[in-house]
């Protein structure tokens, strides 16, 4: 069966779009493909969550549209986003969907795939550094490690209207039974119920660290234990964005920053990944 088709305008010759991932925020994580699809790019769609500066490598004469999606926001509706795409497309132009992180990585980019290829548009996706990846790598940890991690789970903790969202308990168990690392995307809000939810299957001593503004010089964290989750995000006053990691590998940012517990302020991501 042929896919249906959107035609081009008129007289004009049909644009191509990319979903880039702009990573979680320092421009220099970005990778090289990213960096020119940015530069070639006539129209950007741009995340709320991608910095200044990376929006600033686009040319000169690209038209920046911000299409804003954040949980407890006023946000740019998904099918409006869509439309966009489509007609900025058809009109000839070669747009970008900037998106933070990886749009692949719980940045509806899959949704957005299947529209554009239902209007019979090719659509490339270029990945970019996910920030459950790059905060726990700044502060010198990995998700993995063979002696405290077998593997790692990327869960949200926003679940869309009329989703019961994710069974924390199976959850717990699993990542208990099978020795996982979970990284947790938008818990902040629900951060009092995942906690009790998640101490179902793990203990309370499980180590957590809750990192905020990931890669950005305003980068800070807070280590803590399951136990303690909530209590530590109301204390340190932890906002949106952030990302939660639960697991024995966590253990290992104390000893690689030489601090114990309680919020720390970072300093630029540049000096980070050097150890500073």
Request: proline share 6%.
């Amino acid at each position: 069966m042929n896919r249906p088709s959107t035609p081009a305008f008129e007289g004009v010759a049909p644009g191509r779009c990319t979903l880039v991932g702009a990573g979680p925020g320092d421009p220099e994580l970005l990778t090289i493909k990213a960096l020119k699809a940015i530069q070639a790019a006539t129209v950007l769609l741009v995340d709320d969550l991608v910095s200044d500066e990376i929006v600033a490598m686009a040319p000169p004469g690209a038209r920046i549209v911000h299409v804003g999606k954040r949980g407890g926001c006023k946000s740019t509706p998904q099918a409006f986003i869509e439309k966009l795409m489509v007609m900025a497309v058809n009109e000839g132009e070669n747009v970008v969907r900037l998106k933070g992180g990886d749009p692949f990585i719980f940045g509806r980019g899959g949704e957005e795939v299947e529209h554009l290829r239902a209007a019979g548009i090719d659509v490339q996706v270029v990945n970019g550094i996910t920030a459950g990846l790059a905060g726990m790598t700044l502060l010198g940890t990995p998700l993995t490690h063979r002696e405290h991690a077998h593997g790692v789970v990327f869960v949200t903790g926003h679940a869309k209207p009329g989703d019961a969202g994710t069974d924390w308990r199976q959850l717990a168990a699993t990542a208990r039974d099978a020795r996982l690392t979970l990284v947790i995307y938008m818990g902040v809000s629900s951060a009092a119920h995942i906690q009790q939810e998640l101490l179902t299957g793990l203990p309370a001593s499980t180590p957590v660290v809750v990192i905020q503004h990931v890669s950005l010089p305003q980068q800070r964290h807070a280590l803590t234990t399951l136990g303690e989750l909530h209590t530590t995000i109301e204390r340190e006053q932890l906002a949106s964005p952030s990302v939660i990691v639960v697991g024995d590998v966590v253990s290992g940012v104390a000893a690689a920053r030489g601090s114990t517990r309680g919020a720390d302020p970072l300093p630029s991501a540049k000096r980070n990944a050097a150890g500073g």
